[in-house]
DNA sequence: CAACCACTCTTTGTATACAGAGACTCTTCG
DNA sequence: CGAAGAGTCTCTGTATACAAAGAGTGGTTG
């Protein structure tokens, strides 16, 4: 997610309606632009540095993701997450991602998740270190989804699933971390990971399926909890 | 799919970038703008009767939707269908309409399951009326997609579910109707109706999966006979 | 004769100007 | 005092003009 095009550092030449998009994108999910948030072309035109065409365009393509709607005559407005649509959402999810992992079960060069497998024995170790290990921790998880998103093999999937994580990503900044709940997220991933290089595709499914259904009371607790007292919560994966 | 917006007719005021993104999305689903043809703005814009501006809008659209591809320098071009790709939407269109069957089942109210089911049970007799009789089943196909669309509340799925059914109707084009094949079918969604009356997820999505199975079978034998021979082949659902 | 370079031409990408639709406000009337 | 209506004003929707990037082509040179 994070690599989308950082990781090489060839963003010289850029269409501006990519860069507004990017910007708007990045802005939506890390939370700058709340849900709620009021988008007036000429006002964000303006901020960006580009006019309004490639705005609109960026604003479009920001539509079809689901991150923003129209409202009828006055602009646009980002899209808010009620904890109905969290659900919703996490029943698309475990659609696809059980899918997903079947087929990569079927289809993967064990290679690739062999390393995993061990990066992600250290998990434990990993997240005893803090703020650092913990985002190494979801650099891994990162990495094991782009692993199950080549051994898929099926860009229409793949696709669906980009979309939901989209989503998942503004869901993820509702709550805190929850050390417990990020250690057992480590031994599901293992879980997974060990059926995917079994070759075994209805393990793999059902263990993505229990993992996701662990995953949605953890958000779903870290809401109510959030809600409840004031900020100090915990997260899913 | 047909009653998009012609059921009422009120499609006085329509902006520009809407007609043009109806009219490019209706002729590449029916085939008037054939995989791999190249899209101009200018052209296309002269053609359908806007100006470039909201035709750019369509297009990005249609990308979106992944029916038109940018060829880097030199415009856009409808995407082609694969039989590979074919195999790999039918992956994300079991797993999304398993978990819809699944959820329809679960949540559904009787009534209109029930409505349906008479209706399914005439279908043969439908079915020996020739075209018409063909038509009107294919309507009482979308009645039920529809219905499970209502049962399963669920944007995000159906969603989804809606972008595969694009593709669809792309791929129902590239093979003629089996008549023994869509008596079965009537038959396979029979069970899945019967599965969702009965409030029993399990069952209905298992029928859902057999029913998938069966259509992708009559697909891609439809096509490999229509590529053999000339052009008399047969299609699913 | 082939390969490379420069030029032109096509086509997209962007900016801006204009028009129309809808919302808000202020006023007026009941 | 409230409600309705007209006017204004803001914002989107569309068109067009301009700029820049890429591809194709022709010529020239080794």
Do not use: C, W
């Amino acid at each position: 997610m994070y690599t989308e095009t950082a990781m090489l550092g060839l963003d010289v030449p850029l269409r501006a309606s990519e860069r507004a998009y990017r910007q708007l994108r990045g802005e939506i999910l890390n939370g700058l632009l709340a849900p709620g948030a009021a988008l007036l072309e000429v006002e964000q035109a303006e901020r960006i540095g580009v006019s309004r065409t490639p705005l609109r365009e960026a604003v479009a393509r920001l539509i079809a993701d689901g991150l923003v709607v129209g409202r009828r005559g006055r602009g646009f407005e980002v899209t808010d997450i009620s904890v109905d649509s969290i659900s919703e959402l996490y029943e698309l999810r475990q659609a696809l991602e059980v899918q997903a992992s079947r087929l990569a079960a079927t289809r993967r060069d064990p290679a690739p998740f062999l390393k995993l497998r061990d990066a992600f024995l250290t998990a434990p170790d990993l997240l005893d270190q803090g703020d650092i290990g913990v985002h190494r921790y979801y650099v891994l998880i990162d990495e094991l989804e782009d692993a199950v998103d080549a051994a898929v093999e099926n860009p229409f999937l793949v696709g669906a699933l980009h979309a939901v994580r989209t989503h998942l990503a503004r869901i993820r900044r509702l709550a805190r971390r929850n050390p417990l709940r990020l250690r057992a997220a480590a031994g599901e991933h293992l879980l997974i990971i060990d059926a995917i290089i079994a070759g075994d595709p209805l393990l793999a499914g059902h263990a993505t399926h229990i993992h996701l259904h662990q995953s949605l009371l953890s958000v779903l607790a870290a809401i109510d909890a959030g809600s409840a007292t004031s900020r100090s919560t915990t997260t899913a994966d």
